[in-house]
């Protein structure tokens, strides 16, 4: 117990800010989970991509030495489904894409020189649209439709340099569980 206390004593000793006022990071990730898509019916998933940006606006002291960082950046995500079914013994199936466009806000919550940890919110638009693949006739149309979304999260990036880090975000987004890589521009 006493040689944990010094350990975390020494390391924030040396603490650094890994996010703060002014910093930029890009981020690119994979998800698992799709949100866009479930139901019996639907199958085929593929993984989901992500990338978003933030910039550090505003420092907001917590205490001591620690502060917490206010940030403002763009969400873009896309994910793939198949929505199918066997009737009367054709393969009929729709493929779905969701498009999603937005702004994100996080409050980052800074306690380890490595370590970035964070909540956000975020609001946009999605288009999705459907093409039918089927074998059979379908009486249902193509189609393409726009509409709201947002959500929340919490994630933490992990440095192992200045400018690179390992992330995962988990919530409401694209998919449910979203891993990747940061990178921090300034």
């Not at 040396?14 to 949100?35: A, H, P, R, Y």
């Not at 013994?89 to 380890?112: E, K, M, P, Q």
Request: net charge negative; aromatic share 18%.
């Amino acid at each position: 117990m006493l040689m944990t206390a010094m350990v975390v004593l020494l390391a924030m000793a040396g603490f650094t800010q890994v996010f703060e006022k002014g910093s930029q990071v890009i981020n690119l990730d994979m998800g698992f989970g799709n949100t866009s898509y479930f139901g019996s019916y639907y199958s085929g998933f593929l993984p989901s991509f992500s990338g978003s940006y933030e910039y550090g606006i505003v420092e907001i002291p917590m205490g001591s030495e620690l502060t917490g960082v206010v940030s403002a950046g763009a969400y873009l995500g896309m994910s793939l489904a198949k929505y199918g079914y066997s009737n009367w013994g054709n393969d009929d199936y729709y493929l779905t894409s969701d498009f999603v466009i937005g702004a994100r806000g996080n409050y980052h919550f800074i306690f380890h020189e490595k370590l970035d940890t964070y909540a956000g919110v975020w609001f946009g638009v999605s288009i999705e649209s459907s093409k039918w693949k089927g074998d059979g006739s379908d009486p249902n149309v193509d189609y393409t439709s726009t509409g709201p979304t947002g959500g929340a999260y919490v994630g933490a990036r992990w440095y192992f340099s200045d400018n690179f880090a390992v992330n995962a975000e988990l919530g409401y987004l694209i998919s449910v569980l979203n891993v990747g890589v940061s990178f921090k521009i300034k």
